[in-house]
């Protein structure tokens, strides 16, 4: 299983940004993607998660209302999007994607969001 995120930038607060995460290597039907995101001096935090159908989403509060999950489903890969608006510097973070597998945890790279002025 690969993951490979994407799209992490240096933005402007109450500006928007999209990042993706491509996973290949097998099935990804059943499995539920999250995107989690650690801060500089911080543990990692869940960010927002979506089931393999992409009818059931959750997010952290902190980010309930700006940020928008979604994913694009092919027969031995997906690609799972975060849409962020109205960015704030607290966002400043690098998001990892994250998949649920039989029990493991697979991890993406992370990619850097900055929001400053």
């Known amino acids: 299983v690969q993951l490979q995120a994407s799209g992490g930038g240096l933005v402007q607060p109450g500006g928007s940004l999209r990042l993706s995460c491509a996973a290949s290597?097998?099935?990804?039907?059943?499995?539920?993607m999250a995107w989690f995101r650690q801060a500089p001096g911080k543990e990692r935090e869940f960010v927002a998660r979506i089931s393999w159908s992409g009818s059931d989403t959750e997010y952290a509060d902190s980010v309930k209302g700006r940020f928008t999950i979604s994913r694009d489903n092919t027969k031995n890969a997906v690609t799972v999007d975060l849409h962020m608006n109205s960015l704030k510097p607290e966002d400043t973070a690098v998001y990892y994607c994250?998949?649920?597998?039989?029990?493991?945890?697979?991890w993406g790279q992370g990619t850097l969001v900055t929001v400053s002025s």
């Open positions: 290597g097998r099935s990804f039907r059943n499995v539920v």
């Open positions: 994250k998949a649920f597998i039989a029990g493991l945890d697979y």
